[in-house]
């Protein structure tokens, strides 16, 4: 392993060489069934056709012009963004965490426009994540992802996770600007905000003039059966929605999805981006949209989605010593384990099942959209035999 780079990953020894469909290969050839998919990011596994031959033929015309030209994919992609969903405009980033960004700059020049100066604060939530950039991390509900880089910022607040009434407290200050949630939290756990209390937010927000941001980097992108989780509901659109991994299906891309009214404060040359929304992003980006948007495919997602939760449901009544909650929906989901699960993932690896974890000691699964019934049976199975081995090791 290479010590030239900075060491803040903690990767596994694992080297893979190729991917296709929901499998990895490693460097001696051993598949591995793919149930993380890069952090929800291979939303339609590993080299899929269609995005292949969509970067392919971008190749080979142009790559990069910067946002001083007109990109006609990106203005393609923009427009059926904003017919799918609750938005008019959209800007283009590299990643989540700029989209992040960009959805608290523009919150912030909403009230700054309007002549709100003193509106800056962005609420958030215990156990959020919201990305590794400076702001990110201060808008986060995480202590860890700040300790060490200088005190919390100003203009951020964290309220407890579920508590309806600091969110009733605190909402009604005058310098709150925004309130910024993920409907499914990721790294906290892969926890669901129940429809109810993303219904009686945005009823709050719009009674007291703040701004709602969905943080949908992770939930988004068909991972949960509707394009954008919070399609699932009515009376919950956002004003700003943070998109970005499925989007670009591996490919790095992000988008921040806005209504007319929280843009206008937004004008040329208040943000911007050198490489966001650029031709090959496009490219890949407008075929990801192709293949979700197909005809059955989301469907298909919730039908398999059901599949998974029976089989994670019936290892939680065969474990409960172990297991004592499922949580998530659709393919973004997660054990809630009685100890520390990355013990378990490792031995999952070993037996080629790839997984990932997630705060309050969750096993996560995020597999690619494509997984088929049989390939969540093989899963479920892995995972079974695993738990299985630690009843028995525990017991001898």
Known sequence: MSTAILPVY???PIVFERGEGVRLYDDAGKSYLDFIAGIAVNSLGHAHPSLVKALNEQAGKLWHLS??????????????????TF???????????????????????????????????????TGSFHGRTYAGINAGGQDKYREGFGPRLPGFATLPYGDHEALRGAIVEPHVAAVLIEPVQGEGGVREVPQQCLQGLRELCTEHGVLLIYDEVQCGAGRTGQLFHHQWMTGADPDILAAAKGIGGGFPMGACLVTDEAASGMAKGVHGSTFGGGPLAMAVGNAVLDVIMEDGFLETVRRVSG?????????????????????GRGLLRGLRMTRDPLPLRATLAERGLLVGTAGDNVLRLAPPLIVTDDDVREAVDAIDQALNAMITAAGS
């Open 67 to 84: 946002n001083m030209y007109r990109i006609s994919g990106q203005e393609r992609l923009a427009q059926r963004y904003a017919d799918l």
């Open 307 to 327: 599949t998974l939760t029976q089989g994670l449901e019936s290892l939680k009544d065969r474990y409960p010593e172990l297991v004592v909650g499922v949580t």
């Open 10 to 12: 903690g990767p596994s």
């Open 87 to 125: 938005a008019d405009k959209v800007f283009f980033t590299n990643s989540g965490a700029e989209a992040i960004e960009a959805s608290i700059k523009i919150a912030r020049r909403y009230h700054w426009a309007k002549g709100e100066t003193e509106r800056a604060t962005i609420l958030s939530f």
